[in-house]
């Protein structure tokens, strides 16, 4: 299995506005972020929400991966996923944690979605699945037409 490995506190992958039909199948990822591993669209924190629906990375897949932090190092999320047409299948995610903050495996709060989350194992210390948690953009952005199933929990 091929690794991407963040060897500081960026983020592994991270999906600028407009980013557009990418798959990734069976791909390793991993790294000491502090915050996100897997960054699509903007957070929160950073000021630079999307204002349209076409600036929402879309279209991203994640297929068949392992994507975790370390036991050793705080991780607040594997994936922030503010994003349009986004899928995690048959994936492991773990290893997210931080002292004195929520954690999650994926967190959205700000991208319509659809969203499908399939057979994947997921952990999380604070929340394993977070929808919502932050003011979106407009009503339009809200995470929706969400599919979930066939997931284990921890």
């Given at each position: 299995?091929?690794?991407?490995?963040?060897p500081?506190?960026?983020?592994v992958?991270?999906?600028?506005s407009?980013?557009?039909?990418?798959?990734?199948?069976?791909?390793?990822?991993?790294?000491?972020?502090?915050?996100?591993l897997?960054?699509?669209?903007?957070?929160?924190?950073?000021g630079?929400?999307?204002?349209?629906?076409?600036?929402?990375?879309?279209?991203?897949?994640?297929?068949?991966?392992y994507?975790?932090?370390?036991?050793?190092?705080?991780?607040r999320?594997?994936?922030?996923?503010?994003?349009?047409?986004?899928?995690?299948?048959?994936?492991?995610?773990?290893d997210?944690?931080?002292?004195?903050?929520?954690?999650?495996?994926?967190?959205?709060?700000?991208?319509?979605?659809?969203?499908?989350?399939?057979?994947?194992?997921?952990?999380?210390?604070?929340e394993?699945?977070l929808f919502?948690?932050?003011d979106?953009?407009?009503?339009?952005?809200?995470?929706?037409?969400?599919?979930?199933?066939?997931?284990?929990?921890?």
């Amino acid at each position: 299995m091929p690794e991407l490995h963040s060897p500081n506190s960026d983020s592994v992958l991270s999906f600028n506005s407009g980013a557009n039909k990418y798959r990734f199948v069976g791909i390793h990822f991993t790294g000491i972020s502090r915050y996100n591993l897997i960054k699509l669209g903007d957070d929160a924190d950073s000021g630079a929400n999307a204002s349209t629906l076409s600036q929402f990375p879309n279209e991203i897949v994640f297929d068949r991966v392992y994507a975790h932090g370390k036991k050793t190092s705080d991780l607040r999320r594997v994936f922030m996923a503010n994003a349009r047409a986004f899928a995690l299948i048959d994936s492991y995610v773990s290893d997210a944690h931080e002292v004195c903050a929520d954690s999650q495996a994926l967190a959205a709060w700000d991208g319509p979605g659809p969203y499908k989350i399939v057979n994947c194992y997921l952990e999380g210390a604070g929340e394993n699945v977070l929808f919502g948690g932050a003011d979106s953009v407009s009503i339009e952005t809200h995470p929706a037409d969400l599919e979930f199933r066939g997931n284990y929990v921890s």
